[in-house]
């Protein structure tokens, strides 16, 4: 359950879907590991979902990335907006 912002250095807890950002990444599973959701006709793992949320302040000047292997990393947004141009 999301109950703070995302970013490490921030303390606003959150209370509104409305104010701030809420951002969805797909859980990593492991090869090994049997969950909810596992078909065995499919290749891939469905491990389930994570919500993370910004607050108003911080998804002004900042966004979520997940890395694989080393998980969600908050980045200025400016750096994405250049990577994307």
């Known amino acids: 359950m999301i109950s ?21 990444f797909e859980r990593e599973a492991q090869d090994t590991e049997l ?13 389930g979902v994570q919500f993370y949320w910004l607050c108003e302040n911080c ?3 900042l966004t979520l990335v997940h890395c694989k292997g ?3 990393t908050t980045p200025p947004r400016h750096l994405m907006l250049k990577a994307a141009s």
């Open 4 to 24: 703070k912002c995302a970013n490490p250095t921030c303390a606003a807890r959150f209370l509104y879907l409305h104010e701030g950002k809420l951002f969805r």
């Open 35 to 47: 969950m909810m959701g596992f078909d065995p006709t499919f290749r891939k793992h469905c491990a």
């Open 59 to 61: 998804a002004a000047s």
């Open 70 to 72: 080393v998980g969600v």
